[in-house]
């Protein structure tokens, strides 16, 4: 089989289990994350990318918990794809890992949770799949930035894609004006501590201090904190996996719109 046959035949198997968009970049072309990369796999030669399309009516909606139900599972989508291509690569010998793009994150110093092995966006802009946007977002001519991404390596020669020729995103600024934290000040530069602070709003800085918090208070007040919202909150996101808060920079993209209907 040529690596143009392959290469097809993995995306298609990607396509078929629930990615939207696949591309694909060579592991020399993501030097950044060479270390990360060869720990994961030894003599990985080439990465593909999985994007899986939000429900935009869902990450628009009031109701948050529509929206992360969606999140979670758009990302659960992409992560299927992803390891459908993976083991479509084992069973013709080529060793291919599955890599994580939301959780499990490597919770040790220095990364701490808040990044991931393999930067998906940027792979995904070397691979063709679309361009950076004012909102620091992968901006795909399909959807938008209402994607999630996901992806795996192999050590299989596929054929890359090709960075765009054109910049999908227009810097409209629509985005940086209706981030709520203000965290966006454009040409993909993002405050993470304001733009975690509110998207992550009940997850790990929240629970680290809800703990400090029961520490500290005298032990007539623990009752009350114990039988709050926040603690109702952080057990549904041990649950769910999902403590995202905040869509308004992949929601207020031109780009991002609803599917084209077929016509009859």
Not at 73 to 91: K, M, N, P, S, V
Request: with cysteine; hydrophobic share 40%; proline share 5%.
């Amino acid at each position: 089989m040529t690596s143009r046959e392959l290469t097809d035949q993995a995306k298609a198997a990607a396509l078929a289990n629930g990615a939207d968009l696949v591309g694909v970049v060579l592991t020399k072309d993501l030097p950044e994350h060479a270390e990360s990369m060869d720990r994961i796999l030894p003599g990985a030669k080439s990465v593909l990318i999985t994007a899986a399309r939000h429900c935009l009516s869902a990450i628009c909606s009031a109701n948050n918990e529509a929206s992360q139900f969606d999140t979670g599972h758009t990302y659960a989508q992409c992560g299927r794809a992803a390891l459908a291509a993976a083991r479509f690569f084992e069973d013709r010998g080529h060793p291919a890992v599955a890599v994580p793009a939301f959780i499990p994150l490597d919770m040790a110093a220095p990364k701490k949770g808040m990044r991931g092995e393999i930067c998906w966006r940027r792979a995904g802009v070397r691979a063709g799949l679309g361009s950076y946007g004012d909102n620091g977002l992968l901006i795909t001519p399909e959807f938008g930035a209402a994607v999630r991404l996901s992806g795996m390596v192999t050590t299989a020669e596929l054929e890359p894609g090709r960075p765009l020729g054109e910049d999908v995103c227009d810097h409209c600024g629509q985005c940086l004006e209706a981030c709520p934290a203000q965290a966006l000040s454009g040409e993909g530069k993002i405050n993470k501590k304001k733009c975690g602070d509110h998207i992550f709003q009940f997850g790990f800085r929240y629970f680290q201090d809800f703990i400090r918090g029961l520490m500290d208070r005298p032990t007539e007040d623990v009752r009350e904190v114990v039988e709050g919202h926040g603690l109702r909150e952080l057990w549904q996101n041990f649950m769910t996996g999902n403590y995202y808060y905040c869509w308004d920079c992949q929601t207020q993209c031109p780009a991002a719109k609803m599917p084209d209907r077929e016509t009859a």
